[in-house]
């Protein structure tokens, strides 16, 4: 049976939202600085000033005796506490005062004036605190408690503390409940904002307001449009309103339909960190993460295996990529060698957390699934149908929508079968490495429409005909997007010699992240971004380069790799040895010529021309029909370039900079290794330094960091409204590089 879905869903906006009528006092304000930070110490005699959004565990070096292990990137936990002295004058009087924490890792306990006010032990749920009762004219203290220090409790990178935003929402005594809000359609032409409005003696009541959209902007990837709207209280609160038009429709016949339109998923899995940042969820952070998976080509993302920030769906509200909005790794059986994961918190918490998940998000219009879970370890347990049933039917309750609903399913042995019933609990059954079962499962369950939701990077062209062969494979989901600190070692490819094995198996230090992105940690694209967006998208052929087996040493790759590829014609030492040239290309032939005579012309298979050479220097350059790509081998190194992604700060804003040593040329010279040292001069301090190499042991926050296979990145954080920052780099035997900012 067809399933259509008309959705017009919106998003709060993040500041302002109107004023109260009583005085000017901003509903919402941001609340990230003036707190004090003290890690083990609840008395704050070691203190120190921070500004929000806070993660304290990158702060430290990387630890192999830590209890966070290869999970969590060998970095140390603990607990920590947070103050900040809050001043309100008399505007505040008689006025509904609550807290908005985003995001706290994890067991949080908060206090106002000594009481204790709220909290919430799941790290990645938002959660409101209403702080009125606690509250007075004048000063008042908030103190955080975080409590990270039970290890395992996560598979990946968590971080620690407050690492996303808190706010300050000021309402009159009635106001409108912010995660009431829902938009429902008749149709595309008629939008009905509603919310329920919550009056000063506990009652609640019912607002609402139609829209007529006339000629309706729909919105999409390829055209992300937006609308405004306001919801208000007469007289009194209002909330502005930001929403997006679009029709979900899907079947196995059809396949997945936007807007009545057909599309299939090129998507990413990505986690919640944000790479040398560690998990700290900065605005412009969040939105360069989704903006990079954009510009890879993705045009779907799921956000494995929690609800990600705020800030990270509005970005892909703004940009145009569908969502997966998943709530937790695992459900009542743990996955971590200590029980310390989510397993103890599901039976008490499950409804709540789903609940937070939902109402915050349901207002993205670019959620269009939604995802219990991953993998959970009980999947053979009979039990386990009905808690997925329970889980799937809280979503819907919550969600006016009827997002279809998924999970992510796995077998790692012959009795796939047995989950049909477990399957058939979800609107679209989600695969993790197993499409190539689809066929004989839709013989045996033709009503059945599926995506992969994770698949391994190198099976790229597999994954597009699957999905591309059949209508009821919606898309492919890629274990990941970006390199990502924690699972230390998936992805990684190693030399003869070196401690063998995957990440599950044991120990890979100095390993502390994952090298399974299309993008690198420092948002360089990987060779295999190329590859998968042409599959995908089509565009231009694309050149690039094997590492030599023996280069370096043997390689040996692993489960989640690629081989180790790079986009470099700088091989010192190789020469006239044999080395290996991928040209991906959706011409049927490609020519490679290397110093201008040809080397050999071959047809293309699976979009991809391999060649095998002996490798001299000079300039490789490959013709696919009227296309051309080459690489020029680099020399000595001279200079280096500095690239920011921005020309200048807004207050509280970040730059990321990317540090190039390049030849006279301006070619970056892929073998250079210098040590980088970053100095930051005006209104900014660097809050990290690194590089791509997730072996390097050098902590994220040394103002020293070595360029790997030719750069490194820095971030830069402005300190004050106006004024400029320059950021100078230095390294023995190049002249001094800056960039200034304004």
């Known amino acids: 049976m067809n399933r259509i879905i008309t959705i017009a869903v919106c998003l709060l906006m993040t500041a302002g939202f109107g004023a109260t009528q009583a005085a000017n006092i901003q509903r919402k304000q941001l609340l990230n600085d003036h707190w004090q930070f003290a890690l083990n110490d609840s008395n704050f005699t070691q203190a120190r000033s921070v500004t929000l959004p806070h993660d304290w565990s990158i702060e430290q070096q990387f630890d192999r005796h830590a209890p966070t292990g290869n999970d969590g990137a060998y970095l140390p936990t603990g607990k920590g506490w947070y103050r900040r002295v809050l001043t309100l004058d008399k505007a505040y009087k008689d006025k509904k005062v609550r807290l908005y924490f985003e995001g706290v890792y994890m067991n949080s306990k908060v ?168 998990a700290a969820a900065y605005d412009d952070a969040e939105y360069r993460k989704a903006q990079l998976l954009k510009e890879a080509g993705f045009n779907a993302v799921r956000t494995s295996h929690n609800p990600p920030s705020e800030v990270f769906l509005r970005a892909c509200d703004e940009l145009g990529l569908l969502v997966i909005d998943e709530a937790f790794d695992g459900w009542r059986e743990h996955k971590n060698e200590n029980i310390y994961d989510y397993s103890t918190l599901f039976d008490l918490w499950w409804q709540r957390d789903v609940e937070a998940m939902v109402r915050r998000d349901r207002l993205h219009p670019s959620i269009f699934c939604w995802s219990t879970g991953n993998e959970v370890i009980e999947r053979k347990k009979i039990e386990v149908v009905k808690t997925a049933h329970n889980l799937a039917e809280r979503i819907r309750a919550n969600d006016p929508q009827h997002r279809p609903v998924t999970t992510a399913l796995a077998a790692w042995d012959r009795d796939w079968d047995i989950y049909d019933p477990l399957a058939a609990e979800h609107d679209i059954v989600g695969y993790n490495y197993l499409i190539f079962l689809a066929e004989g499962d839709h013989q045996r369950v033709p009503q059945r429409v599926m995506m992969q939701t994770e698949s391994y990077p190198r099976d790229a062209w597999n994954n597009y005909r699957a999905a591309m062969d059949h209508s009821y494979i919606f898309g492919d989901f890629v274990w990941t997007g970006i390199d990502y600190l924690g699972e230390s070692g998936i992805g990684r490819y190693y030399y003869e010699g070196d401690v063998p094995g995957e990440s599950w198996e044991r120990p890979l230090y100095p390993w502390h992240a994952a090298y399974c992105g299309d993008v690198d940690l420092t948002g360089q694209r990987k060779p295999i971004s190329y590859y998968r967006s042409l599959l995908w998208n089509g565009g231009s052929s694309h050149i690039a380069v094997r590492e030599p087996d023996g280069y370096h040493g043997k390689v040996i790759t692993s489960m989640w790799s690629t081989w180790p590829t790079q986009e470099s014609w700088t091989w010192p030492g190789w020469e006239g040895k044999p080395i290996t040239v991928e040209v991906y290309s959706q011409k049927p032939k490609v020519c490679l010529y290397l110093n201008g005579e040809l080397v050999a012309e071959q047809t293309t298979k699976e979009m991809m021309a391999t060649f095998t050479l002996p490798y001299q220097p000079g300039v490789l350059t490959a013709k696919a029909g009227n296309e051309q790509c080459e690489l020029l081998t680099a020399g000595e190194p001279a200079a280096i370039r500095l690239t920011a992604d921005r020309n200048s700060l807004k207050e509280d804003g970040l730059a990321f900079i990317t540090a190039e040593i390049v030849d006279k040329a301006g070619r970056v010279v892929t073998t250079a290794n210098h040590e980088l040292t970053f100095t930051v001069s005006g209104q900014a301090t660097l809050l990290a330094a690194g590089n791509a190499d997730v072996r390097d042991e050098d902590p994220y926050f040394d103002a020293r960091h070595h360029a790997w296979q030719g750069r490194a990145l820095a971030v830069i954080r402005n300190t004050g409204r106006q004024g400029k920052a320059t950021l100078t780099v230095k390294a023995d035997g190049l002249p001094a590089a800056c960039i200034t900012l304004r």
């Open 111 to 278: 206090y106002v004036n000594g009481q204790l006010a709220g909290g919430w032990p799941y790290g990645y749920s938002s959660f409101w605190v209403d702080v009125t009762p606690y509250i007075h004219i004048g000063k008042n203290e908030i103190v955080v408690s975080v409590d990270n220090s039970q290890q395992k409790n996560c598979r990946w990178y968590s971080g620690s503390g407050i690492y996303r935003n808190v706010w300050l929402v000021t309402t009159p005594m009635t106001y409108i409940d912010d995660w009431s809000i829902e938009v429902t359609t008749t149709d595309i032409h008629h939008v009905e904002l509603s919310a329920t409005v919550i009056r000063d003696d506990g009652t609640t009541s019912p607002i609402s307001r139609t829209i007529e959209v006339a000629d309706p902007r729909l919105w999409s990837p390829d055209d992300p449009y937006l609308y405004e709207a306001e919801l208000e209280v007469p007289g009194g609160d209002r909330i502005s309103v930001t929403y997006g038009i679009r029709t979900i429709d899907y079947d196995g016949e059809r396949g997945l339909l936007l807007n009545g339109k057909p599309i299939k998923l090129n998507g990413a899995c990505v986690h919640h960190d944000n790479g040398i940042l560690g």
